[in-house]
């Protein structure tokens, strides 16, 4: 799909508008009453006591959502690059959850490596996709033993996790529940690395994504090892989902929804793809994330259940969109 270069344009410009405009809202909408005048003079470096507050407690959780919501949907853009599959992503195929159960053992028994969760949660999400990829392996891919693998993996995963949380009252389990209320700035800098490190590598891989999108032969014509860059790729977006899941749990269907959405806006070139899903990534998990703390206050409902409820129906949609395509 090809977009004008003034399309383009205006979806970058307004998707970073309205990311900043949220990312004021999130600031001020919270239990700590605070005026805008005292936003904006914090902002520049006159803070006051109020909004020390703020900055220790909810600036962290925004900068993580959307760290996190970035690299989420980054993942799914170069997992539906490598599996040819539009419903490709890390929670339905389980990374997520291969990377969740990884990050709730070391949580229980090793918590002081807790500056390593990350890296450990890659060698789960790794692990997961293995296991997908060598299950679904039967004279090649079908995208539909994939999901069904997928699925059944996630859901192994998924109830060893269940099991720890019924087993023990360690607070570990908030990762179970995608509880990102009470990370810190630790946090922040923890995933900001990962983050960094895992959407340089996706923007280095842009063009062998763009090249895997064509059939295997005219890539390999084209002088690309096929095998080769899918594997390069499917690491890079492991790395992305993985730490994400160690720092904010794991979130269904973002993955999913968020490269679908950026497509339809910016076209299918991943040079340009890629960079807008960081944007709107960051955008729709500090947009639910948000949305969670304002419909019902006091209380909250945590990101990770709204995206589930906006993703179930999305997916069905896809399902039955792709069904001629993709033989689903």
């Known amino acids: 799909m090809k977009t004008s270069k003034s399309k383009t ?7 970073a508008i ?61 997992l539906q690059a ?18 969740s159960l990884v990050s709730v053992i070391l949580a229980f028994f090793f918590p002081a490596l807790y500056l390593y969760k990350p890296l450990f949660a890659c060698i789960g999400g790794l692990l997961a996709f293995a ?9 090649g891919l079908s995208p539909l033993r994939i999901i069904l693998v997928g699925v059944a993996v996630s859901a192994m995963f998924t109830g060893i996790v269940d099991a720890f949380e019924a087993g023990t009252s360690n607070s570990g389990v908030s990762l179970i529940n995608s509880n990102i209320s009470q990370l810190g700035w630790g946090d922040v800098e923890i995933l900001a690395v990962y983050c960094l490190i895992g ?57 999913l929804i968020v490269p679908h959405i950026a497509r339809l806006l910016v076209g299918s070139n991943h040079k340009v793809l890629i960079p807008f899903t960081v944007l709107t990534g960051a955008f729709c998990f500090l947009l639910a994330d948000t949305a969670g703390r304002l419909i019902a206050p006091p209380n909250e409902i945590s990101a990770a259940v709204i995206m589930a409820i906006v993703g179930g129906p999305f997916f069905i949609f896809l399902l039955r969109r792709s069904e001629k395509t993709y033989g689903m």
């Open 82 to 99: 490598v599996l040819k599959n539009p419903i490709a992503d890390p929670g339905i195929i389980g990374v997520s959850s291969g990377a």
């Open 131 to 139: 296991i997908v990829y060598s299950l679904s392996w039967k004279s």
């Open 199 to 255: 959407v340089i590598a996706a923007l280095c891989v842009a063009g062998q994504c763009n090249l895997l999108s064509l059939s295997d032969e005219t890539a390999a014509s084209l002088g690309v090892h096929v095998n080769r860059s899918r594997i390069l790729v499917s690491c890079i977006a492991v790395l992305l989902a993985s730490s994400a899941t160690a720092i904010i749990g794991p979130i269904s269907f973002l993955g």
């Open 9 to 15: 344009f205006w979806s970058f410009l307004v998707a």
């Open 18 to 78: 309205l990311l900043v405009l949220l990312f004021l809202l999130s600031v001020k909408a919270g239990s700590i009453d605070i005026t805008w005048k005292e936003i904006f003079d914090g902002i520049f470096g006159h803070g006051d006591y109020n909004f020390d507050n703020v900055h220790d407690t909810r600036f962290p959780r925004i900068f993580v959502a959307m760290l996190g919501g970035a690299a989420t949907a980054v993942s799914g853009v170069l």
